[in-house]
């Protein structure tokens, strides 16, 4: 969602208030075998409204891959005061997605990569173990920043094209794959073209 305050009213109004080529991304992500969980600051009392709207959004026919929503627990004037007045929805998300990891071996990462709209989750996602080549926070502006690479803005759209380097196809035979595991020697990172050495005094 665009604006913390805004997400929380618009979309009752029917106002898409989402960034372009999100749904088209995520799909992609999905049909390369990875699943989806929503994570968010707002309170419990808006789950139908926040699945509504999840299910509402419509890119040319295709929409947001199904997933588990996890909302705060408490009441819409707290949740809102923390998000949006205190600005510390972090506080929750770290909370939740802590409980969630903890579920499994101590040895596997659960969150292959995260996506958010402040630094406020980028920040929640490093403490749950998150890798920064792999968080991305989208802008006002619909541009999307890579945590490890802050200089490089791109978009949904642009990161579309991009999925099978960030998101290699995972193998159906084996729910641990190697690439999953071992992301560092994936084709993209471990076999990828060397950059050309430059002579500095031709530049000069």
Known sequence: CRSDALGHILPQF????T????AKLYHKIHQNGYKFLYCSARAIGMAAITKGYLQWVNDQGIVLPKGPVLLAPSSL????HREVIEKKPEVFKVACLSDIRDLFNTHRQPFYAAFGNRTNDAYAYKQVGVSEARIFTVNPKGELIQEMAKGNKSTYSHLSELVEHFFPVRSAESNT???????EFSSFSYWKEPLPELDMTTLL
């Open 14 to 17: 029917g106002k898409d208030w």
């Open 177 to 183: 794959p190697s690439v999953l595991v071992c992301p």
């Open 77 to 80: 004037f707290s949740a809102l």
């Open 19 to 22: 960034h372009k080529g999100i």
